[in-house]
Structure formats: structure tokens, C-alpha cells
DNA sequence: TCAATTGCGTTATGCTATAACGTGTGCGAT
DNA sequence: ATCGCACACGTTATAGCATAACGCAATTGA
């Protein structure tokens, strides 16, 4: 799936999210745009759909939030599990990715017969510098 | 943590989790216990609260909702990762665990130097029945 | 007995997400 | 050219998930 060009309300919450140090919930992103024009949740949630599906973004499911996609690439890849470590402490995510642990799980899945849509693998915890 | 006998609320919300087919929301667990004389919704989420601390229930965050804990033990290896397939098809939920993922998501975790308090796993996708 | 803890019930509120409606714009087929 | 379609957009209303804050009752252990 080649990204197209995004639309102004796309660029926006992109922009929100690209220059965000953490995660953001779309009621957060909401607030963040309001100078620009954002009135109602839903101009969030349909440029978010829209980015989740060209791979730019991530959604956090257990933080109910939204991060952008912080792979170097062109996107192209997007076959592939996607891991993050989230720090209660200082809000943190950091993405990655593991070739090992997706065979790993994919062969368990497909013991199952079971046919793979979306994985969600989410690390809450503390951070070296958060650390208790 | 030893499992300490359970609350009238813990049982109720436990054994409609229990007998139910598939996850439920904190809200529809509500309203099957309504007859059983629940009226607001803490009074849900403070018996799964606890029923989690126990290990007895898990949360589907990609869902919000939670389903009983199958495992047959006695709830004492609370230690390990707990994954799940769901199925969009037909809601089932299927619990499973591997301790390879877990070592190889603890190295990689282990690295980036972060301490971890709780692993989220959850696959999307169909059944075998299910799939298109 | 007193203080601390735990569970419980209730009301109110806040956060997250989508339904349903209508408008405007670009673009290809007839 | 214009009709029909797909798509993005804007708005209002509503649905669904979760917790704050208050007070009461029972238990326990110093």
C-alpha cells in the first residue's frame, strides 16, 4: 500500500504526532489543533484511521493513544509485528521489532489454525532512567 | 499471592465470566447481574480489579473486556506471559503460553534496559471456523 | 476501645469512540 | 457537459468505557 499524499487534516495530526515526545490520546491531539480549526473528535479519529492504515501511526491499545510510526523506512514493509515498551514513568514508547519473535508466534497461531490480522504486543514498565 | 476466598461481588462477577462464552465489557457483565442486585458499574470494577490481582481474570485491552483465565492450575505461576488469539469471526478467545517468546522478549526488553510490570499479547484475526 | 483496612453502595463525572446526517470537490464514463 | 460516484469534510448527537468522591458497615489487631 503506497502512502498517498495526505490530506490537510492528515498533515495536521501527523504533524501533532511526529513533533509529540510521547504518545496522545485523540482527545489530546483534538486540543493540540484546535488553532487550526479541529472542532469535533471525529476530524481525529478519520485522519487517524487513515493513518493507521498507510502505517504512519500505531495505536498504544492499552493507553488508548496514538504514537507515530518511528521506523526510518518508507513504510513499505509494513508485513511484519510491531513491539513497543511503554515507561509509566515518563510516558516513553519505544518501538521494535523482532524477526524471532514473530516467526515464534506465528507458528503457535497457525497451530491453532488460526489466521493472523493484527498483532499487539505492548510492554508496560519503567524505563532505565524511571526505574524504581 | 495466594487466591484469599472471594467476595459475594468477586464470585458473581467471576461466575458470569466463568459461564460466558466469550470476553465481556465491565457493562454487559452489569446488566447479567442486575437480577443479582447491581446497580452501578464500580461496583463491577472493583470486583475485576481484584479478580486481576488474583490472576483470575485477564484484560483484553484491544477489546475492553475481560474473560476468565483458563488456565487449569492453581494460579500460583503467575510469573509468564499470557497471549491470546481472538476471533473477530466468532469472539472466541483462546489463552496460550510460550516460554521462548518470553525469553527472547525479555532479552530484547532486558537490552533496551527497562524493567517490565506487565506484557500485553493479543492476535486478531479468525478461527479456523471462522476464516473467510 | 480505637484506628486502620477493606468492601460496599450511590451519584456524578470524565474520557474514548462512533452513528447519522448533509455538504463540497474531483474525476471518469457516457 | 453533466451525471454519477468516491472521498474528504463538518456538525450534532449519542454510545460505550472508566473513575472520582462521598459516606457507611464490618473486620481485625494493637
Known amino acids: 500500500?503506497?502512502?498517498?499524499?495526505l490530506t490537510k487534516n492528515q498533515s495536521l495530526v501527523m504533524g501533532a504526532l511526529a513533533h509529540s515526545e510521547g504518545p496522545m490520546s485523540a482527545y489530546t491531539i483534538l486540543d493540540?489543533?484546535?488553532?487550526?480549526?479541529?472542532?469535533?473528535?471525529?476530524?481525529?479519529?478519520?485522519?487517524?484511521?487513515?493513518l493507521l492504515?498507510?502505517?504512519?501511526?500505531?495505536?498504544l491499545e492499552s493507553l488508548n493513544a496514538f504514537v507515530a510510526c518511528t521506523c526510518p523506512h518508507d513504510?513499505?514493509?509494513?508485513?511484519?509485528?510491531?513491539?513497543?515498551?511503554?515507561?509509566?514513568?515518563?510516558?516513553q514508547v519505544?518501538?521494535?521489532?523482532?524477526?524471532?519473535?514473530?516467526?515464534?508466534?506465528?507458528?503457535?497461531?497457525?497451530?491453532?489454525?488460526f489466521k493472523t490480522e493484527k498483532t499487539t504486543i505492548e510492554i508496560r514498565g519503567h524505563c532505565g532512567s524511571c526505574a524504581a
Open 94 to 113: 519505544t518501538e521494535f521489532h523482532d524477526e524471532a519473535i514473530e516467526e515464534r508466534l506465528s507458528a503457535l497461531v497457525r497451530a491453532q489454525n
Open 75 to 91: 513504510h513499505e514493509h509494513d508485513r511484519g509485528v510491531t513491539a513497543f515498551t511503554i515507561c509509566e514513568g515518563c510516558g
Open 53 to 59: 492504515e498507510y502505517g504512519l501511526v500505531h495505536r
Open 32 to 50: 493540540k489543533l484546535r488553532d487550526q480549526g479541529f472542532r469535533a473528535p471525529l476530524q481525529v479519529y478519520r485522519a487517524l484511521d487513515k
Open 1 to 5: 500500500m503506497a502512502t498517498p499524499q
